[in-house]
């Protein structure tokens, strides 16, 4: 976060479908103090649960949104109808210039307005 602050989500298990799956995500056992923004809807409104989506990018509209995520928030992502996490938004210098779920976003941080400075996903 801009002020310092960090936070971690961790996942037991991780797993990308093939190709013929649309590169499906499967994520489960959160553990971490950011609250668990993949697995659950941390919008309130259904539109977040990224667990079992195909990756979509603005060439391949696989989310359930009546239009298409990628295409509007940017960046590729296992988008559902959109988003309550969306790590591949677009980078903001200033945490305050953010146009409505523009950045990158993991929503019980960052809410609406607001963008992350830093993120950080790894495997081993």
């Not at 479908?17 to 809807?41: F, N, P, Q, V, W």
């Not at 591949?88 to 809410?111: C, R």
Request: positive net charge.
């Amino acid at each position: 976060m801009f002020n310092g602050t960090k936070r971690y989500a961790l996942y037991s298990e991780f797993k990308i479908s093939s190709e013929s799956e649309k590169y499906k995500l499967h994520l489960a056992g959160y553990t971490g103090d950011a609250g668990d923004c993949i697995l659950m809807d941390c919008y309130g409104h259904g539109y977040g649960l990224h667990n079992g989506r195909p990756f979509s990018t603005f060439d391949r509209d696989n989310d359930r949104y009546s239009g298409c995520c990628a295409c509007r928030y940017g960046g590729g992502w296992w988008f559902d109808d959109c988003f309550s996490a969306h790590l591949n938004g677009k980078y903001f210098k200033e945490k305050d210039s953010v146009p409505i779920f523009k950045g990158i976003n993991w929503f019980k941080i960052t809410g609406a307005y607001t963008s992350l400075k830093f993120v950080q996903m790894s495997m081993r």
